[in-house]
Each structure stands twice: as C-alpha cells, then as structure tokens.
C-alpha cells in the first residue's frame, strides 16, 4: 500500500515518468524514491543548520576550514567499496568512504556550523552527476537532487540531534579534555548519531528493496550487520580527533585528518584492486562457462545467440558494451547484435562497416561520444572477430587476411583503464570464431556424408 502511494506520488511530481515504460521508468521512479523518502527531514535538518550556524566560526578560522573541506572532497571522492556475497552468486555493494570521521571531529571542536563540510562534497558530486546524466541525456534533476537530500535527512539531521544532547549533557565546544565529565556527553552523542544515522536508513532501504525486490532477506540482513559493525567501529574515532585539537594544538588535528585522508585512500586503492580483480575472475568463469556450454550445445551455431545473451550480460553487469555479427552464409554466420546495459548504444550503424575495412585486430577510439549521449563518455575498445580459418594460419605467407565475422565494442570511462578489458574480449572473440568455424566444419560433414550417401546409393 505504502508503495504504490509513493510510485503516484511520483507520477504527480513528475509527470515524464508516464511516458517511459519497463525499465528506464523503474530507474527514473527509483531515483525520486529519496526525495520523497527523505525530503520533508532534509528541509527541517536544511532551516535547523542554517539557524544554528554561526557565521563568525568560519571568519575566525577560513585556513582550518579550507583545509578540512580539501580533505571531505577527497575523502568523497575516493569512496570505497565492500562486497557482500548474496545466496544467488551476487554481490551486494556498500560504498563509504571516512569523511563522517572529520566531519564529526570538527562538529565536536566548532559545533554545528561545521555540518557545512558534509554538504560540499556532496555539491561537488551533484554537479558531477548531472554532467554524467546530462552526456546520458537522462534527467538531471532527481539523481542529483537525492543525494542533497539523503545526506540532510539523514546525517545531518541525525548529527544536529546528537549536538544538541551533547550541550544538553553539559559538553562545551570544543571538547574539553580527556576527563570523564567532559567524555561522557560526546560520547553519548557519538553513540546517538550511530544509531540514529542507522535508524534514519531502514524507511529508505525498505521502500528501495520493496520495489527491487532482488536481494533476498538473509542477505539483506548480512548487509545490515555490515553496516552497523562499519559505523560502530569507524565513527567513535571522531572522539579522538576532537581530542587532539583540546589541548590546543591546531596543528596536532590536521595532522590526524591527514592520516584520516591517506587511511582513506589507502582503503580506496585496495578497494579497486578488489573489483579489479573480482572482475577478471567474473571474466575468466563466464569464459570458461560459454566455452563448455558451446561444446556442450549443438554443433551448429543455432544456440550461439542465446549463449551471448546470456554469458556477456554475466561477465560484463555493469558495462556498455556491444557484440555484432555480421550475417553471412560462409562460414555460416548468424545475424546477431546484443546491446548490453539498459540498451544504450556505443556505435551507430555506420561505424560497423569501419570495422569490417579495419586492418587490425582491435583498435581504440579515445576521447569518443557514443550516438545516445551528447558529451564524450571516454575510450571506445573495438576488438574484431576474425574467422579461424586453419587454411590461412597454415600459410602466414598469403596476403589474403582473415574474414571479419562480427566485432565487440566496449564503453570504458575515463577513469578506467581501457585495455584492462582486452584479454578477456580476445579470447571471447576467439570463442565466437571457434564456434562459427565449428559450425561451418559441422555443415560440410554433413554435405560431404550426404554426397557419400548418394554415391553409395547409385
């Protein structure tokens, strides 16, 4: 019941959404789920900040300020990611990065104005996000917008709270000392954040996994335990922080939010080399897995199609990719084309025929713009795939170069390496040549039995 409120609730905000239908509606409602899930907290939590905020914190310390927003925008920007393994073989994300540690400190040394760090990281991402969908010619407006408001009515709101009862217990800014009287309140208020920061969560995920529907319970719950163990662990550092700078030492406490940056970064990079390598390990198995299963299919290349489907969309979730074959009758290949991830193309039609008159195996187009986006998303990596004629390796000396039966083409962002995907599209292409070939090998038994058949006969 309460779900299909808020999805009309969504449709009167926006009306677009009626003109969209199956998938590309399902992630332009889910991405006004925390507006409205969160919308009415942010805007208490948004009048609340600005009139707790005081103005002379920041004239009276601009270096101190400057330096710990530099560090929030790269702490944000370096967000790593955990992995929690689902009942199905998926793998569940859960991003942070150790931001909220100098965010917390500074509220606990300059009080609720420093609740201001939180917002420009998230600002700079909103700007971000609405480049990345503006190139994607998607709207601009509720993907960024969530993010203001999630933080808001989550956070931010929570961490008011927890000031508040930390004056309320008689804590001063900036804490004090290390005397039990002046610890107990910013504890108490670190604990209330933790909790209240999780609590602030539950409606949100709810609703999302109500109309996702996609991670079972046990999982979900594994997921909550992560968290929960993540904030307890992480967030009472803040303490420490506050307490270097009570001994009056400024110099002590950016010294510790520069530990805070680089543990952060630290974190990030093997964090990446984590999904670096949990990905060639996805694109070794589903290799592995679409060879045995063309051996295992019929030897014609009937159930080709339905193996790319299904094994390209396991190796590559989350990329933009495209594998094309080209139809033809020798060596017999299918007409196929499979456009992976929400059906955004990387080429047009025109590009194809480039390919079949390139003259190498692969190729990459940087700085490239894919036809459904207005702006360059980043490399283009186009590997071919050439016929596995036995006749033309058993002669390297023939001018004449092998057929070009199809190509795949992969989107990689800016950010990623390009050519870390080519291995595993080499080999891909050389299973699909494999395969053709083998149907073709398959058809001229056949012919050849059935000439036998006739001669034996006459």
Same mark, same amino acid.
């Given at each position: 019941m309460i779900e299909s409120r808020i999805f009309r609730l969504a449709r009167r905000l926006n009306p677009k959404l009626n003109e969209l239908d199956g998938q590309r509606q399902m992630i332009a409602f889910l991405q006004m789920v925390p507006v409205?899930?969160?919308?009415?907290?942010?805007?208490i939590a948004l009048v609340?900040?600005?009139?707790?905020?005081?103005?002379?914190?920041?004239?009276?310390?601009?270096?101190?300020?400057?330096?710990?927003?530099f560090a929030m925008v790269l702490s944000d920007q370096r967000s790593f990611t955990f992995f929690i393994a689902t009942k199905d073989g998926q793998d569940l994300p859960t991003t942070g990065s150790l931001s909220g540690i100098v965010m917390w400190s500074a509220a606990l040394i300059y009080g609720p104005s420093a609740l201001w760090l939180s917002v420009v990281p998230v600002t700079l991402?909103?700007?971000?996000a609405g480049r990345e969908l503006r190139r994607l010619n998607d709207n601009v407006f509720w993907q960024p917008l969530s993010q203001l408001t999630q933080l808001l009515g989550g956070e931010t709101i929570v961490s008011?709270? &927890?000031?508040?009862?930390?004056?309320a217990?008689?804590?001063? /800014? %900036? =804490?004090? $000392?290390?005397?039990?009287?002046?610890?107990?309140?910013?504890?108490?208020?670190? &604990?209330?954040?933790?909790?209240?920061?999780?609590?602030?969560? /539950? %409606? =949100?995920? $709810?609703?999302?996994?109500?109309y996702i529907g996609s991670v079972d319970k046990a999982s979900t719950r594994r997921w909550w335990r992560f968290v929960w163990l993540m904030m307890i662990l992480i967030t009472p550092f803040s303490i420490l922080g506050a307490l270097t700078y009570s001994e009056g030492n400024t110099g002590l406490f950016l010294f510790y939010v520069v530990g805070i940056v680089l543990g952060n970064f630290l974190t990030y990079y093997l964090s990446e080399t984590n999904i670096r390598s949990r990905q060639r390990t996805r694109e070794m198995t589903q290799l592995e897995a679409l060879g045995e299963a063309i051996l295992q299919g019929p030897p014609d290349s009937s159930a080709l199609p339905e193996l790319l489907t299904t094994y390209v969309a396991q190796m590559y979730p989350n990329y933009h990719c495209e594998v094309r074959l080209f139809p033809r009758e020798q060596p017999p290949v299918p007409d196929f084309h499979l456009v992976n991830v929400s059906g955004i193309r990387t080429v047009t039609d025109d590009f194809w025929q480039r390919v079949?008159?390139?003259?190498?195996?692969?190729?990459?187009?940087?700085?490239?713009?894919?036809?459904?986006?207005?702006?360059?998303?980043?490399?283009?990596?186009?590997?071919?795939?050439?016929?596995?004629?036995?006749?033309l390796d058993a002669n390297p000396q023939t001018e004449e170069s092998p057929a070009c039966l199809g190509a795949i083409t992969m989107l990689r962002h800016r950010a990623a390496r390009t050519l870390d995907?080519?291995?595993?599209?080499?080999?891909?292409?050389?299973?699909?040549?494999?395969?053709?070939?083998?149907?073709?090998?398959?058809?001229?038994?056949?012919?050849?039995?059935?000439?036998a058949q006739e001669l034996a006969f006459a």
């Amino acid at each position: 019941m309460i779900e299909s409120r808020i999805f009309r609730l969504a449709r009167r905000l926006n009306p677009k959404l009626n003109e969209l239908d199956g998938q590309r509606q399902m992630i332009a409602f889910l991405q006004m789920v925390p507006v409205m899930v969160t919308g009415i907290p942010a805007l208490i939590a948004l009048v609340w900040l600005v009139l707790a905020t005081d103005l002379g914190v920041f004239a009276d310390n601009p270096v101190v300020f400057g330096i710990l927003a530099f560090a929030m925008v790269l702490s944000d920007q370096r967000s790593f990611t955990f992995f929690i393994a689902t009942k199905d073989g998926q793998d569940l994300p859960t991003t942070g990065s150790l931001s909220g540690i100098v965010m917390w400190s500074a509220a606990l040394i300059y009080g609720p104005s420093a609740l201001w760090l939180s917002v420009v990281p998230v600002t700079l991402r909103m700007v971000q996000a609405g480049r990345e969908l503006r190139r994607l010619n998607d709207n601009v407006f509720w993907q960024p917008l969530s993010q203001l408001t999630q933080l808001l009515g989550g956070e931010t709101i929570v961490s008011l709270m &927890g000031l508040a009862l930390f004056r309320a217990l008689g804590g001063s /800014y %900036p =804490l004090s $000392g290390f005397a039990a009287d002046d610890l107990y309140p910013a504890i108490l208020a670190t &604990g209330f954040t933790i909790v209240g920061t999780m609590i602030s969560l /539950y %409606p =949100l995920v $709810g609703v999302l996994n109500a109309y996702i529907g996609s991670v079972d319970k046990a999982s979900t719950r594994r997921w909550w335990r992560f968290v929960w163990l993540m904030m307890i662990l992480i967030t009472p550092f803040s303490i420490l922080g506050a307490l270097t700078y009570s001994e009056g030492n400024t110099g002590l406490f950016l010294f510790y939010v520069v530990g805070i940056v680089l543990g952060n970064f630290l974190t990030y990079y093997l964090s990446e080399t984590n999904i670096r390598s949990r990905q060639r390990t996805r694109e070794m198995t589903q290799l592995e897995a679409l060879g045995e299963a063309i051996l295992q299919g019929p030897p014609d290349s009937s159930a080709l199609p339905e193996l790319l489907t299904t094994y390209v969309a396991q190796m590559y979730p989350n990329y933009h990719c495209e594998v094309r074959l080209f139809p033809r009758e020798q060596p017999p290949v299918p007409d196929f084309h499979l456009v992976n991830v929400s059906g955004i193309r990387t080429v047009t039609d025109d590009f194809w025929q480039r390919v079949i008159e390139h003259a190498d195996p692969y190729f990459v187009e940087p700085n490239y713009t894919p036809p459904d986006m207005q702006g360059v998303y980043g490399d283009l990596l186009v590997v071919r795939i050439l016929d596995a004629n036995p006749d033309l390796d058993a002669n390297p000396q023939t001018e004449e170069s092998p057929a070009c039966l199809g190509a795949i083409t992969m989107l990689r962002h800016r950010a990623a390496r390009t050519l870390d995907a080519l291995p595993a599209l080499q080999t891909l292409a050389s299973q699909i040549a494999s395969a053709i070939r083998r149907a073709q090998v398959h058809a001229e038994t056949l012919a050849h039995q059935k000439v036998a058949q006739e001669l034996a006969f006459a």
